[in-house]
């Protein structure tokens, strides 16, 4: 039974990624496939829907992965190659797009949202606060109509 539980865990701790890049595409040199496995890992699949190229099986994926190869090979720096992939494809295909144009707006709208809604919950609390009614102890008269109303219902 522990064999059978050991192997099952050890199967299902293989890296998926390794999966998709096919042997014909890993490159002979270790510090080239190294540095197109780390691009690939960068880059979203066009089709695939949160999955980088590195562990998609989609056909423009596999093209994708030997384009950045191919690029390696011709010597551009990472940075050339990921242009490359961006001209042809647009931004989408970056998990992290660049912090600059109109993607400002979107990279600063989190943090603005959170203080805006920090400030108006603060503004709520604090105006909730202020028009709390105070509590009022009971007369002694309105003790006693109590008491006597308790005593009914037993």
Known sequence: MRRAIL???????????????????????PALESRAREISQSLRCPVCQGENIDESNAPISRDL??????????????????????????????FEPRAEGGNLILYAAGPLMALVAALGAWGFLRRRRETATPVVALTVEERARLKSLMDQDS
């Open 7 to 29: 192997g099952l865990a050890l199967a299902l701790s293989l890296p998926v990624a390794a999966l998709a890049v096919q042997p014909d595409e890993v490159l002979a040199d």
């Open 65 to 94: 992965r030997l384009y950045v190869r191919e690029r390696l090979v011709a010597g551009d720096s990472d940075a050339q190659v990921i242009d490359a992939v961006t001209t042809r494809f647009g931004e989408y295909v970056l």
